[in-house]
């Protein structure tokens, strides 16, 4: 394998796998406890998005929180890291096009857990989040590739 090749993998070692688990379990838990923080002030910002029918907001606004905790402790249990990893990538996927289409109609709507902590407007959550959904992506494509390793017994040439 020619010397890019090894460089690649490095990136992608053990070292960068974790480093980044860590910052997206943390991310992904400091969200869901932000959220649970005030839970009535969540489901009023789900509502401004004026997608789901009334009720729905607050059911949402009740389990969303301990999803996202539950999922950034998962992340670290080997047999539920690609379940958790798929489902940490279609939420922030679905929040990022929820978010797009307020930022489209020029509604001005806190984004949920950070929104309140750090204002930031809807434009710069959306950048944020195609920079998360990337590494959360990657994270992802880390993880089964283990899981290959593990089940094949697999080595890459060195």
């Known amino acids: ?11 992608a070692g053990p070292g960068p796998v974790f480093c980044l688990r860590l910052f997206l379990t943390l991310l992904l838990a400091a969200a869901g406890v932000l959220k649970l923080a005030d839970v009535g002030a969540f489901a009023a910002d789900i509502e401004n998005y004026r997608l ?3 009720g729905a907001p607050l059911a949402l606004a009740a389990l969303l929180p301990w ?3 539950t999922l950034a402790v998962a992340w670290w ?8 990893g798929v489902c940490a990538l279609a939420m922030l996927e679905v929040f990022t096009a929820v978010v797009s289409s307020a930022w489209w109609q020029g509604l001005a709507i806190p984004a949920g857990c950070f929104g309140r ?3 930031v407007s809807l434009q710069d959550v ?3 989040n195609f920079v ?3 590494a959360a992506g990657a994270l992802l494509l880390a993880d089964i590739r283990e899981a290959y390793r593990t089940r094949t017994g697999w080595q890459d040439s060195t």
């Open 117 to 119: 902590v750090f204002p």
């Open 67 to 69: 999803l996202e905790v």
């Open 77 to 84: 249990v080997p047999r539920l890291r690609l379940p958790a």
């Open 132 to 134: 998360v959904i990337l």
């Open 1 to 11: 394998m020619n010397t890019n090749g090894r460089k690649l993998r490095r990136l």
């Open 52 to 54: 789901l029918p009334a």
């Open 126 to 128: 959306v950048f944020r």
